[in-house]
């Protein structure tokens, strides 16, 4: 059974900072990798989407890697903004049918002015 | 938003009593999810569907039952709630997005169950 770790659950930093959050996970037969945003109180918003050929995806201020061999993936988010603050989900996408994702628990970011 | 809404977007209930939501779509896609979001959890799939009258167990299916008579439609019952159904339940569609396939999902139900 697939299982998703991403750390850390919550994470504060100050605008303009850099950081990195991370998801692991514990089968590597994934077809895809994909990190989503939640704001409070909405739905799940698509961030960035890593094919499991690939190694990285760009897109803007955010960049994800993936390395499948190990199970992990990072995202990277450059120059943070208090409009980032939000909840940052990984999900895989196994190489079963149906194309269920398996999520990971989230990490919940405040960047502070 | 892959054209998704569902209803309500809040209830709250008594334990006992059945509760249907309704996932609908507007763009013909084949496959659809219900998940339910807790904290410490995350989301997890609940049951899915791969066609009309074609569907199947999630991680979390019990106490749940669904039902897909039309392609834009998937609802989700619960026959008779309990506490521990508290939660809140997204819907989802899978569909080509620059040759990848992903996930779009709903605004969310917030459910409470008393």
């Known amino acids: 059974k697939q299982e998703v770790t991403q750390i850390p659950a919550a994470l504060s930093v100050p605008e303009g900072e850099n950081l990195v959050l991370n998801c692991s996970f514990t089968?590597?037969?994934?077809?895809?990798l994909q990190w989503f945003r939640q704001d409070p109180g909405k739905g799940l918003t698509s961030l960035l989407l890593i094919q499991s050929s690939q190694r990285e995806q760009t897109s803007g201020r955010l960049n994800a890697s993936l390395d499948k061999s190990s199970g992990r993936s990072t995202l990277y988010i450059a120059a943070s903004q208090p409009g980032d603050s939000a909840t940052y989900l990984c999900a895989v996408l196994g190489t079963g049918t149906a194309s269920k994702l398996t999520f990971g628990t989230g990490t919940r970011l405040q960047v502070t002015l | 938003d892959a054209g998704i809404t569902q209803s309500p977007r809040h209830k709250v209930t008594e334990t006992g009593t059945p509760v249907t939501l309704r996932c609908h779509q507007t763009e013909n896609h084949r496959y659809m999810y219900w998940y339910r979001q807790d904290p410490g959890h995350g989301l997890r799939l609940i049951h899915y569907?791969?066609?009309?009258?074609?569907?199947d167990k999630g991680e979390v299916s019990d106490g749940y039952s669904v039902s897909r008579s039309k392609t834009e439609d998937f609802l989700l019952t619960l026959e008779s709630a309990t506490s521990s159904q508290t939660s809140v339940y997204f819907c989802?569609?899978?569909?080509?997005?620059?040759?990848?396939?992903?996930?779009?999902f709903g605004p969310g139900t917030r459910l409470l169950v008393l």
């Open positions: 569907s791969y066609g009309v009258k074609d569907t």
């Open positions: 989802a569609i899978s569909a080509l997005a620059g040759g990848q396939e992903t996930q779009y």
């Open positions: 089968d590597s037969a994934i077809y895809n």
